[in-house]
């Protein structure tokens, strides 16, 4: 049977070396997946930053293709919980980290990316997203747009059109860049037609105004759990024990960080993941 | 059904499946002050922002969009296992359901109002079961009132003392409750809010609803609770439940949430 099914289960799978460490070359062992960071400058306080970019380890990962997009599988710039164990299923054990400054770091599974939306025309963007890789229901998957060009004017938009959980045409609610002027990397969560549980495709961004010289990304995700940090202080939290959570990691998951800072500093990024299968 | 053991929940999330894993964010509105509640409830941001319940009796809120719900599992049940929210303000934040919303009881003018709110959907024998006044337009004056009727628990007629909006110029949105006369554990329904002193210009939604969890949130700074070891609530989400969001401010200063609610049913 696949999956855990007590504690005494995920204790077995510990000691069988049924862990992952993160190196495809080397699977099994018994430490964890070793990351670290370097941020970019920060919007501000409260609004989230994309660490896709972020030199370290693992590298910095690139830009996704232009419209259908890139669906992400094992992608280089991911932390990547290779080989592939399917039908067995990895969860995530624990996660800690530590930052140079204070601030809160969300782990998500990096699904679709969609390079060069412009921003900064008036009227429908293509994103005609490619088919998701993993969570291919929908439920829970949200949508973003990560700057990469910055703006010099606010702007106003809509996911005016997009496919649901249940396979039904949608359209989302109005937003705006958290600034005038916005700095690279910067993280805009989409927001979603009430009642709305998750997203399958996009098919357009309407600007409704434009956000002057703006490009992103549009970015199809999933949560998987968030960890606050304070200012060069170690926290971590157990997935099992401490947090009954056993956050799942589907083979192909490209998973990657994002930051909600307190301040504009950059900064540094140090974290241990330790995942299981069975 | 229901879980047995520790082994079940993990057994429920691994081998099973039978996870709701939900990621939400909220745009809030201004609220009164430090130390005033303010609703969520038609907040921008996902899941989207809810409308204005129906006027007396009102409207039964059952799995509603703009309120966090998982499908329905009976026989099976399904109880809240964590939940964790980042705030850019620092803030209480409560996870609460929503169970009856009436609208449009003018608080501007004296006299009995009637409220005759539906049954309840989900907690029917009251326990536990709150009310609170839902500010939908801001008054000018504080106004003083009471819920001078009302069903308890027990299926006894009872009224409320007197209480008064938290300022003169109460914000739209702000989160009133409403206290219930001594003894009494909770509220089936409500049939009249009496206003004594007019609250001038203040319109309000009437809400039952049931509290389920809160944490404590420091500006920009994750916080999380485990609701199995860490605090023994796991909380039922019964069929229906349609999850809502309301917080206790710090300031005037309008905060952005992000949060996560993780659920599992056996």
């Known amino acids: 049977m696949a999956g855990f099914t007590s504690y005494n289960d995920i204790l077995a799978a510990i000691v069988a070396n049924q862990v992952i460490t993160g190196e495809a070359t080397f699977p099994g062992g018994d430490e964890p997946f070793t990351l670290f960071k370097s941020g970019p400058t920060c919007q501000g306080a409260g609004t989230w930053m994309s660490l896709w970019y972020a030199t370290g380890f693992p590298a910095a990962g690139v830009s996704p293709a232009v419209t259908p997009g890139t669906a992400y599988d094992d992608t280089a710039g991911g932390i990547l919980f290779q080989p592939d164990q399917s039908p067995l299923i990895k969860h995530l054990l624990s996660w800690g980290a530590h930052s140079s400054v204070q601030a809160s770091y969300l782990l998500y599974d990096r699904l679709v990316g969609v390079a060069g939306v412009a921003l900064a025309a008036p009227g429908n963007q293509t994103i005609e997203s490619v088919a998701l890789p993993r969570y291919t229901d929908g439920i829970g998957v949200c949508a973003a747009l990560e700057i990469s060009t910055p703006s010099t004017a606010a702007g106003t938009f809509s996911l005016n059109s997009y496919t649901n959980e249940h396979d039904a045409e949608s359209a989302g609610p109005s937003f705006s860049l958290p600034a005038a002027v916005t700095v690279l990397r910067a993280w805009i969560p989409v927001p979603l037609k009430a009642g709305d549980h998750g997203i399958k495709h996009a098919s357009t961004i309407n600007m409704s105004v434009v956000a002057t010289a703006a490009v992103c990304t549009f970015v199809l995700y999933k949560p998987l759990a968030v960890l606050a940090l304070p200012t060069s202080c170690w926290n971590e939290k157990d997935l099992v024990l401490q947090l009954a959570a056993l956050p799942c990691i589907y083979d192909g998951a490209t998973l990657a960080l994002l930051q909600m800072p307190t301040a504009t500093t950059a900064t540094t990024f140090w974290s241990q993941l330790r995942a299981a299968y069975n | ?266």
């Open chain 2, 1 to 266: 059904m229901g879980f047995t053991s520790y082994n079940d929940i993990i057994n429920a999330i691994s081998v099973s499946g039978k996870i709701f894993d939900y990621f939400f964010w909220k745009s809030a509105p201004v609220v009164q002050a430090a130390g005033q509640w303010g609703s969520m409830w038609y907040a921008n941001g996902e899941p989207g922002a809810g409308a204005d319940p129906a006027a007396t009796p009102g409207t039964q809120y059952d799995n509603v969009i703009a309120s966090i719900y998982a499908p329905d599992c009976d026989p099976e049940t399904r109880h809240g296992l964590t939940f964790g929210a980042v705030s850019s303000q620092n803030l209480s934040l409560m996870l609460y359901d929503r169970l009856i919303g009436v609208s449009g009881l003018a608080l501007g003018s004296t006299g009995d109002k009637n409220i005759s709110s539906s049954a309840l959907p989900r907690y029917t024998d009251g326990i536990g079961v709150m009310a609170a006044l839902e500010i939908t337009t801001g008054s000018t004056a504080a106004g003083t009132m009471s819920l001078s009727s009302y069903t308890d628990e027990h299926d006894a007629g009872s009224a409320g003392p007197s209480f008064s909006l938290p300022a003169a110029a109460t914000a739209i949105r702000t989160w009133v409750p409403i206290p219930l006369q001594a003894g009494d554990h909770g509220i089936k329904s409500a049939t009249t809010l009496n206003v004594s002193v007019a609250a001038t210009g203040g319109v309000a939604n009437f809400i039952l609803y049931k509290p389920l969890v809160t944490i404590p949130l420091l500006a920009n700074l994750w916080n999380e609770k485990d609701l199995v070891l860490q605090l023994s609530g796991l909380p039922r989400l019964y069929d229906g439940h349609c999850l809502a969001l309301a917080y206790l401010a710090t300031g005037t200063t309008a905060p952005n949430i992000y949060g996560q609610l993780r659920a599992a049913y056996e």
